[in-house]
C-alpha cells in the first residue's frame, strides 16, 4: 500500500536550517507531484493544514509566499524521495509537517519542527 514516512524534524534556533526527507513507496513515486504541507500549533479555527511547496513530476516547483527564498523542494526519483531544505527558520515556521501525495490522495504522520530560542 501507500507509504509516505516523514524525517528530520527537530528543534533549531532561529536563524538555523533543517532538511526534511520524506521517503515514498508503494507507487510510481517519478510519476507524480509531491507536496509538503505544516499544520502550525493552535490553528484558528476553520484553518487547516496549509501547502508550504509542491514538485511536479518534471521538477516544477511551487512555493508558499512565506517561505519562498528560503525553503527549497527537491526530489531524488531513484530513492524514491522527496525533500525539503529549509533555512534562514523563523518562529512561525514552527509546525508538523507533512509529505503529500495529491494524485494517490495520502499524507504522511508528519514531522514536528520547533524554531526557537
Known amino acids: 500500500q501507500v507509504q509516505l514516512v516523514e524525517s528530520g524534524g527537530g528543534l533549531v534556533q532561529p536563524g538555523g536550517s533543517l532538511r526534511l526527507s520524506c521517503a515514498a513507496s508503494?507507487?510510481?513515486?517519478?510519476?507524480?507531484?509531491m507536496s509538503w504541507y505544516r499544520q502550525a500549533p493552535r490553528q484558528a479555527p476553520g484553518k487547516e493544514r496549509e501547502?508550504?511547496?509542491?514538485?511536479?513530476?518534471?521538477?516544477?516547483?511551487y512555493y508558499e509566499d512565506s517561505v519562498k527564498g528560503r525553503f527549497t523542494i527537491s526530489r531524488d526519483n531513484a530513492k524514491n524521495t522527496l525533500y525539503l531544505q529549509m533555512n534562514s527558520l523563523k518562529p512561525e515556521d514552527t509546525a508538523v509537517y507533512y509529505c503529500?501525495?495529491?494524485?494517490?490522495?495520502?499524507w504522511g504522520q508528519g514531522t514536528q519542527v520547533t524554531v526557537s530560542s
Open positions: 503529500y501525495a495529491p494524485m494517490v490522495n495520502s
Open positions: 508503494g507507487f510510481t513515486f517519478s510519476r507524480y507531484t
Open positions: 501547502p508550504v511547496a509542491g514538485i511536479s513530476s518534471g521538477g516544477t516547483t
